[in-house]
């Protein structure tokens, strides 16, 4: 094992799990729009095609119903397949394929069938993609039993969640927010790196206020937390980094030291992520707090193309900043 890092983009350290673990395991291939001559919309699998050829690294026609079937497909056939869909917001033209069959087919075959896929999805802010390719999905597949949802938020994190996605015999909706694609810190160059799902991370430690934040919201929770300090507020920032399985005991140990919680996630605050973890502490921890729960959200409202108009409506450094100190 070696201990060695190196510096990289969060785009790149997808790439480098994946390259490995092509490396490591004939049977896992990649497949989707523009993935291979092209090399994705962001370049995630830029060079990957040079590398393993056109059996491994698949372009394929612009249908995520048919890439989501011939995925799964594949999956309960033996191979590994990690599929991407290019937006999340094209996840709403394969919902059957993810969750009437990837999530229902163990179940259904009686435990005899494994559904190894992957299902790489780019999502959130931060292009001026409008509308319909700026959305925040990620709470819709916590309903669904049998998926394993996967929110990495850093370059370290891509790299060691995306390994042990691979290697996972369960469907693994892995999604990535497009900004922390350009997020640089140190990665594990060890080939055997993994990070274990349902470990959360804790970025800050601190006794006043606990912040569990998802995706780019991360950042923009530790720049909070580092203003905050400067005010003699410390906050314990938490990243889940997993949905499902969901590390409880981290987040409720937080609420009992800290007493008060703060949410942020990007998407819409009605049925969001900081909804079900709200939920959670209420049911779980309630005893534990001493002020009301805080959620800080984007609005339900459309994501507007207009530069200014999205940065109104994306929670922001500042605003987690302000709402904590109106906790407090």
């Not at 785009?11 to 004939?26: G, Q, T, W």
């Not at 993994?194 to 430690?205: L, N, S, V, W």
């Amino acid at each position: 094992m070696t201990t060695e890092t190196i510096k990289m983009k969060g785009s790149d350290a997808i790439k480098l799990a994946i390259e490995e673990e092509m490396e490591r395991d004939e049977s896992v291939f990649i497949m989707g729009e523009d993935i291979g001559q092209y090399g994705g919309a962001f370049s995630v699998t830029a060079g990957l095609l040079e590398r393993f050829g056109p059996e491994r690294v698949r372009d394929t026609p612009i249908s995520e119903n048919a890439i989501l079937g011939c995925a799964v497909g594949a999956a309960m056939a033996g191979m590994r397949p990690i599929a991407e869909v290019m937006f999340a917001d094209f996840l709403c033209v394969c919902m059957e394929m993810i969750v009437n069959q990837a999530a229902k087919a163990r179940y259904m075959y009686g435990g005899q069938v494994n559904v190894p896929v992957t299902i790489r999805v780019p999502f959130g802010t931060g292009i001026m993609g409008a509308a319909q390719h700026s959305q925040s999905f990620e709470s819709w597949f916590m309903h669904v039993p049998g998926l394993k949802i996967v929110l990495p938020s850093d370059a370290s994190d891509f790299k060691g969640l995306m390994k042990t996605a691979i290697r996972d015999n369960d469907p693994v909706m892995f999604f990535e927010h497009k900004r922390t694609y350009y997020y640089t810190n140190e990665v594990p160059l060890d080939k055997e790196f993994m990070i274990p799902f349902g470990q959360a991370r804790k970025f800050t430690e601190g006794d006043d206020v606990t912040i569990v934040a998802t995706g780019a919201m991360v950042q923009e929770s530790i720049i909070a937390a580092n203003k905050l300090k400067e005010e003699n507020i410390q906050c314990e920032v938490i990243d889940p980094r997993t949905l499902v399985p969901l590390d409880k005991k981290t987040i409720l140990g937080s609420i009992e030291k800290t007493g008060k919680l703060v949410i942020v996630d990007e998407g819409c605050k009605t049925c969001s992520v900081s909804a079900e973890i709200a939920a959670l502490v209420a049911e779980e921890g309630f005893q534990y707090l001493k002020r009301n729960i805080v959620r800080i959200n984007t609005p339900d409202v459309p994501i507007p193309y207009a530069p200014n108009l999205e940065r109104e409506i994306i929670p922001s450094a500042k605003l987690i900043q302000n709402q904590v100190k109106n906790l407090i």
